[in-house]
């Protein structure tokens, strides 16, 4: 006879029980905090939708893969295709949305301020070039203030999901210019949604990744 036994619980351990690795971290402000410049069914859509699915999608991919336990960092250098592409999109938006502010905008100061001045001059003459790069990067993409091994700054376009963090460059900031960034504020005007993000812009952020750079660099603290 055949004796009676538990059903079997389904514990964490088991296949089909797979705990999300990587969350979507909390918007750093509230959805219409950035209007009018940029409004709250943008964010909705752009944080709400894109950047959540992002998340979801990259859980779903790396569940019983060699990155399943790593952190979105090491995911994001280390992969390569469809979960490098949902890992660095997931990076990219948390670093665009720490890039705005509510009641953000003006120009650094500071050891940011200088240093953007030692490269490009007039601040209107950086926001220009900005602007130029953001122009020129056909497609999707993203537009990233950086800071070149050699302590400089540089401005990057990169295409599609790529990041500056598989690179030798710091990124201190960055504007996405993927259509669905800007389209339903400013249709197809591209050049009229990076002369909005100049009122959200977030200095504060920028500086503080430049100083972590610098703090990386002569090896005081550790990159994180
Ligand atoms: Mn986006």
Known sequence: MRMWRPAKLPFPQQ?????????????????DALSPHISKETLEFHYGKHHKTYVETLNKLIAGTEFENKSLEEIVKKSS???????????????????????AGGEPDGVLGEAIEKKWGPFDTFKTEFG????????????????????????????????????ADKPLLTC????????????????????AFWNVVNWKFAAENMASGAADKAGIRKAS
């Open 15 to 31: 296949k089909g029980f797979i705990m999300a690795k990587i969350t979507l971290p909390e918007l750093p402000y509230a959805m």
């Open 176 to 195: 996405d210019v993927w259509e669905h960034a800007y389209y339903i504020d400013y249709r197809n005007k591209r050049p009229d949604y990076v002369g």
């Open 132 to 167: 130029k790069v953001a122009a020129d990067t056909f497609g999707s993409g993203w537009v990233w203030l950086v800071q070149t091994p050699d302590g400089g700054l540089d401005l990057k376009s990169t295409s599609n999901a790529q990041t500056p963090l598989t690179t």
């Open 81 to 103: 295709g469809k979960i490098f592409n949902n890992a660095a999109q997931v990076w990219n938006h948390t670093f665009y949305w720490n890039s705005m502010a509510p009641k």
